[in-house]
């Protein structure tokens, strides 16, 4: 880990990068918000994701023996077929912390996926969130929540979504930066491997994107 990352450590997380055109489909879907919902920090495009399981801050060799017990995991999991679908918020009454696009297909897949890494994490003595696992791509946090952002962001309709396929998991870790935090990859886990645990670790430079 580079020193700048030693003195401003991130929280962690396993996540399933969007690709290709449900990428670029994201991107064009923040721009809407961004000038449709006022008050909002905003996710940076390149960063789009959906989480599969969060941390918080992992030191480099908590990091590493997350990349060795959910190699098996992404292993075993065959490339998911996903498409985001459908806006909401968390919570769902009062006051918005969180805007973010639900999963429409696949959504199953990315269920069983979760399960199975809480239950290994879970044994290996991580700590597990206990509620249903709801799978969405965070778009932005408002800083304020009112009457006229909740009717904008409600009267938003954005256009269909194209699919994208799945084929890795990364080990992400946020560096929160001016403008939106960005996210340094510290490994990658292949599905379907066909058997073997294989995985890259990263470079802890905090220079790759996703």
Same mark, same amino acid.
């Given at each position: 880990?580079? *020193? $700048?990352?030693?003195?401003? &450590?991130?929280?962690?997380?396993?996540?399933?990068?969007?690709?290709?055109?449900?990428?670029?489909?994201?991107?064009?879907?923040?721009?809407?918000?961004?000038?449709?919902?006022?008050?909002?920090?905003?996710?940076? /495009?390149?960063?789009?994701?959906?989480? $599969?399981?969060?941390?918080?801050? %992992?030191?480099?060799?908590?990091?590493?023996?997350? +990349?060795? =017990?959910?190699?098996?995991?992404?292993?075993?999991?065959?490339? %998911?077929?996903?498409? %985001?679908?459908? %806006?909401?918020?968390?919570?769902?009454?009062?006051?918005?912390?969180?805007?973010?696009?639900? +999963?429409?297909?696949?959504?199953?897949?990315?269920?069983?996926?979760?399960?199975?890494?809480?239950?290994?994490?879970?044994? $290996?003595?991580?700590?597990?969130?206990?509620? &249903?696992?709801? @799978?969405?791509?965070?778009?932005?946090?408002?800083?304020?929540?009112?009457?006229?952002?909740?009717?904008?962001?409600?009267?938003?309709? /954005? @256009?269909?979504?194209?699919?994208?396929?799945?084929?890795?998991? =990364?080990?992400?870790?946020?560096?929160?930066? $001016?403008?939106?935090?960005?996210?340094?990859?510290?490994? *990658? +886990?292949? +599905?379907?491997?066909?058997?073997?645990?294989?995985?890259?670790?990263?470079?802890?430079?905090?220079?790759?994107?996703?």
């Amino acid at each position: 880990m580079s *020193e $700048a990352d030693q003195r401003r &450590p991130g929280n962690c997380f396993v996540a399933l990068p969007l690709e290709g055109d449900a990428l670029a489909a994201g991107g064009a879907l923040l721009e809407t918000a961004a000038a449709t919902v006022a008050g909002v920090r905003w996710v940076r /495009p390149e960063g789009l994701h959906l989480t $599969a399981h969060f941390f918080g801050r %992992l030191a480099p060799a908590e990091q590493a023996r997350v +990349l060795a =017990l959910l190699g098996p995991v992404a292993a075993a999991t065959p490339p %998911l077929e996903l498409r %985001l679908h459908g %806006l909401g918020r968390f919570p769902q009454g009062g006051s918005a912390r969180v805007l973010w696009m639900g +999963l429409g297909d696949g959504a199953a897949g990315v269920g069983r996926l979760a399960a199975a890494c809480r239950a290994i994490l879970g044994e $290996a003595g991580f700590a597990i969130d206990t509620r &249903p696992h709801r @799978p969405h791509c965070t778009l932005g946090r408002p800083r304020r929540w009112s009457d006229a952002q909740r009717l904008a962001w409600e009267g938003l309709r /954005p @256009p269909a979504q194209p699919p994208w396929r799945v084929h890795r998991l =990364l080990l992400l870790e946020s560096q929160p930066q $001016a403008g939106g935090s960005r996210y340094a990859s510290r490994g *990658e +886990l292949s +599905l379907d491997l066909g058997g073997g645990p294989g995985f890259a670790h990263g470079d802890g430079k905090g220079g790759a994107e996703v």
